[in-house]
């Protein structure tokens, strides 16, 4: 027996938290940009992160990639935390008790509630350990410039820790295509650090994210650049 | 209609309104009565539709487990919710991006599209019994957004991903 009385007096039916006008807020009068959580969020200029690659880089060199990379860690650690208490304040259990596919459109709608672009998250080779990210309108690679390899090493390091949370266990990511490199999308792929040194390898070899991929998972056939 | 007239609000420092602006207030107020109304008989009958919803439901798929056809029942709920609202305040988008963009996915993903849309056609079967063809007029532009939207549309990629 379907049981409407307790559907239709339940307090609210969850649906998207995230949604534009409901999410961004702000005490204006203060100047400031809120969530409707009321934590504070930021219009960040693309030239001041022009200016965070060019000033990483002319410093530090080759490590500039780490360090952004340890950003977006340290980023997306925070975000997931946040995250998390948006969500189980919202639909009232935790975020590990969500279905999937709430928990998936959620993050996409965070994402763009946030103006970070789109994105879109690929379980096909969960199986086998690996989860693959794709976002698209980086503000992260369009701040790079164009360049030869993989650029946006913030989302990077947000994807690893992000999943490193939400998992419980210790997982790199590693990106295999980006708009800074002329790709349609950047594509990041998260697993554990060990199974990843084949990626890495592949990039610094100027391998696609298809052949990665297949070495990845030599049994699937995965058909997307 | 809310989008029009926060682009006349913004328009303020321009100059007084022209009569084809006021115009867009005019038909706003017009049919607000009409669509206050509307909405308190959908807000009213609510229970009503949803008890006989769910008769049809488990008369219609008996073997269907009961969690699928609450979930979907659950959908059908704030598909009614949100195209009420779209309606009281003119703003397809509102329907579009609030929840349609959303629930579309999360049906696809549950494999539920064909319940819904027999939840849909049942629901339009006690509408034309329950509602005037002019309060009907008022309401199916975003019943038939949502058609086209969830329920007409091949299921997404997603659904294959899970």
Redesign the interface.
């Known amino acids: 027996?379907?049981?409407?009385?307790a559907?239709?007096s339940s307090p609210k039916?969850s649906?998207?938290y995230y949604?534009?006008e409901?999410y961004l807020q702000g005490d204006f009068e203060a100047g400031l940009l809120e969530s409707r959580a009321g934590d504070r969020l930021l219009a960040l200029p693309d030239t001041f992160l022009q200016g965070v690659y060019s000033g990483i880089e002319d410093e530090l060199g080759a490590a500039a990639h780490q360090v952004l990379f340890s950003c977006g860690r340290w980023w997306g650690k925070n975000f997931y935390r946040r995250f998390a208490r948006e969500m189980a304040e919202y639909h009232g259990k935790l975020l590990a008790e969500l279905e999937?596919?709430?928990f998936?459109?959620s993050l996409k709608?965070c994402w763009k509630a946030h103006g970070l672009g789109t994105i879109e998250?690929?379980?096909?080779n969960r199986d086998q350990g690996f989860i693959v990210v794709r976002s698209s309108k980086s503000s992260f690679a369009q701040a790079a410039g164009k360049r030869d390899k993989p650029s946006s090493a913030a989302e990077a390091g947000f994807f690893s820790a992000f999943f490193t949370q939400l998992s419980g266990e210790p997982l790199h990511c590693v990106q295999t295509a980006c708009e800074s490199a002329g790709a349609p999308f950047n594509s990041f792929i998260v697993g554990t650090e060990n199974r990843l040194r084949v990626a890495e390898a592949g990039i610094e070899e100027g391998e696609s994210h298809t052949n990665i991929m297949q070495r990845l998972c030599p049994t699937v056939d995965e058909g997307e650049e | 209609m809310i989008d029009k007239l926060n682009l006349l609000f913004h328009a303020a420092e321009e100059s007084y309104l022209q009569d084809s602006d006021l115009q867009t207030f005019e038909t706003l107020i017009d049919s607000l009565e009409d669509r206050l109304n509307l909405y308190e008989k959908l807000r009213d009958m609510e229970e009503k539709l949803a008890q006989r919803l769910a008769l049809n439901l488990q008369e219609g798929y008996p073997s269907e487990p009961p969690r699928r056809l609450q979930l979907a029942l659950q959908n059908h709920v704030l598909i009614m919710r949100y195209c009420s609202m779209a309606m009281l305040i003119d703003d397809r988008d509102f329907l579009k991006y609030r929840l349609l963009e959303w629930l579309t996915e999360v049906v696809a993903a549950h494999d539920l599209q064909e319940i819904q849309n027999s939840l849909y056609r049942f629901m339009q079967k006690r509408l034309k019994k329950f509602l005037s063809s002019a309060e009907r007029e008022l309401i199916d532009p975003y019943l038939q957004l949502t058609k086209e939207m969830m329920l007409d549309q091949p299921a997404p990629e997603i659904a294959l991903q899970l």
């Not at chain 1, 027996?1 to 009385?5: F, Q, S």
């Not at chain 1, 998250?121 to 096909?124: E, K, P, R, S, Y």
């Open positions: 027996m379907l049981d409407v009385k559907l239709l039916i649906s998207n949604v534009n409901a999937m596919i709430n998936i459109q709608q998250l690929d379980m096909q």
